[in-house]
């Protein structure tokens, strides 16, 4: 038992003390015999705070400290390395939440939260006198992340896990690597198009012997734990074999009956099913999408390259880490919204961009040239009525660079229908040169959005301008562009099979926006890029670089350290009835015979520290180390007391 | 909170999950959404882990209510995590009404690493519930 305590209660600046009378929470519990000192601190988590109470544990010879302040998810290593600094053991250390569960929560009640918040400090003394020093387990770590998508972002972690001595297995779902940016044409800042940095992070990849590239395959099942990940894909063959003589390759897609929709130019045309996206596309095999070819076989009259009698593999790969960089879906407008598919002169950002690639000289849609274009702004995104509160972020910018590519192209002129530009820093450059070449802006209130109509074969946009007296302006256009932002993957099922939490706005969780970035309250699962919240491609490829830091960190070292929470057996308690074995799903117990008597015995190889053995325990002879029924009915003593 | 309130307050005890549920109540706080401050929280790893006798015991130290913020199927350890949850609620529900406790002073609901509001409508709803119970 631990009697000579050092507890700190946090103001958190005023997040904390702005609801909570920090010092009135100090004087309850400074009297309590086994506590010899209590501060109350600004910020628990400064450096100097942290060097004082370094110094209390050393200089008043603390043997166990308690620190008040906000979730342990955020802080928990923290204060554990100033015990260890201070040199107690770790798990000597019990943080108490009374931020997020106090201060945050009841700031409604400041005089309740405040004496919630003594009960909390007081539990987590009661926790703290009944730790025990402990060791924490040690695993083996295999040092290979599994990184899920291969667009740029992930593409980009994988050299660098790579080039940082970490095997790389990089998986992507499509047949040919690059995700989104490889639709994309010139980019901002660099001019750079969109394949060209394809081009570039594919030639990197392939070349490197330290990563394997999985096309056209799925993670499916998942078992295991970080360290020691067993994920199981499924690759879906491309049904061409190597790369067909240009001429028999061409000759196949021409000799296709199939045409179905063109996914990647956004259904503006059609495709064969056999198919690449583009010329330069990676990797350069085409590939055959078997849900729509019909096994007429005319293509193997022309090309020898092709085998539609490849089968689907299952491969079984074990990883320490897996790191996510799915990516994100464009906005897909419902039927009506904006006039989207009633009126046949709306068409999508992504759209345009594709239409814009497609057209080297003139800008045709549906026959006819586009001379003047009006973009509408913020379409599936802050949604006043919708699910999308969020802003997309990249845009604003992606429509003003576009605008500015065609003017620069084919000297179209553009309106720009928005609820306030966000060119955030290098990218107001784009605004400004928009605006040079005489683009003109019309702020709309959100909760009065422009309206398309057609008078004939000619396209009108109506919308108040909030800045011109509210005026109520009629603007005829040749086409609309709906500027729509990012949604999550429609097809998010990786979530599921890797338990990954989902925020309010469906993409994926980090455990903290500032101070755990990349990581997921998953052990061992990081995520990177779009599939996190919307990001353009600088932000995203600055995600997947932490990410894939954070990864090679937690499993470079082959071996990875977890909180030595086991199930422990009080053997004089212990009548072998094997209720314990059957409830445990890692079979991490085991009948053996200690004098005689047979008792449970706890492989600690195999025990995941769960605790579902607990309950099932007719002579309650089992605890869990750090859960232990001192310790919790301690807790629900002093909760109440 | 005054003493008198202090006393007579509806308390409940959580058993969160850490990789779990226990997100979620820090969302709650984080969203500002409001629940009543006698809501005191213990994580741990499972829900399965719950002892009974930790529910006995809350109970008989003057708790007015348990709730259990399962995994549910997010559980990270076991897809039976569901029905070994229940299956402690039904135990304990036995062992209250031996006791002379009702079975409605325990509740249990799975909350998944997102779910702040749900958490926070079944605080909401459990206290008003339990505080009828009492005054009735």
Known sequence: MKK????YICHCGANIADHIDVEKVRESIASDEVVFLSRTTMFACSDSSQKDMVDDIKKQELDAIVVASCSPKLHLQTFRNVAVRGGLNKYNYVQVNIREQGSWAHSDTPAAATEKAIQLVKAGIARVIESQELTPLKIEAHNKVAIIGAGVSGLRAAVELA???????????????????????????????????????????IDHPMITLYTGTELIARSGSVGNYNLQLKITPRFVTQECKIGAFDKAIEICPVSVDDEFNFSLNKRKAIYKNYESEFPHIAAIDMLNCTKCGKCLEVCNSINLNQEILI??????????????????????????????????LQQFKRLVELSPNKLIYRDKEIKTIGFIYCVGSLQIKGDNKYCSRYCCTSAIHTAIQIHRKYNIKSYHMNRGIRTYGKQELLYTESSKNGDVYVEFDPKKEPIISKNGKQTIIKVVDLLTAKEELDIPVDLVVLVTGMVPRKDNSIADILKVPIGRDKFFNEIHPKLRPVETVIDGVLIAGACQSPKNITESLKSSLAAASKANSLISKGEIELEPTLAVIHIA?????????????????????????????????????CGMCLPVCPTDAIDLIGYTNREIESMIDALID | MSETTKNTAIKVLVFSTEKISDPAIDLAGLLKLHYPPTVYVIPLPCSSAVKPKWILRAFEKGYDGVFIAADGTDCSFSESCVEKTSDIIAQTHILMKEKGISPAKLKM??????????????????VEELTRNKIN
């Not at chain 1, 799903?585 to 015979?593: E, Q, Y």
């Open chain 1, 4 to 7: 000579k305590i050092g507890v």
């Open chain 1, 163 to 205: 080039d940082m001595g970490t095997h790389v297995d990089l998986i992507e779902r499509e047949h040919f690597i690059g995700g989104r940016v490889s639709q994309w044409g010139q980019l901002f800042v660099s001019e750079k198009n969109g394949e060209e940095i394809v081009k570039k992070l594919y030639e990197t990849v």
């Open chain 1, 315 to 348: 491969e079984n790969i074990t990883v320490g880490s897996i790191l996510l960089s799915t990516g994100f879906d464009p906005y897909e407008p419902s039927e009506n919204e904006f006039s989207y598919k009633t009126i046949d002169t709306v068409i999508t």
């Open chain 1, 573 to 609: 308690q212990c009548d072998w009835c094997g209720k314990c074995a059957d409830a445990c799903p890692f079979g991490a117990i085991l009948k053996t015979s200690i004098d005689g008597k047979e008792v449970a015995m706890v492989n600690n190889a195999n025990c995941k520290g």
């Open chain 2, 109 to 126: 609901a799975a909350i998944c690493s997102v779910c702040a509001e749900p958490f926070v409508k079944h605080m909401n709803n459990f």
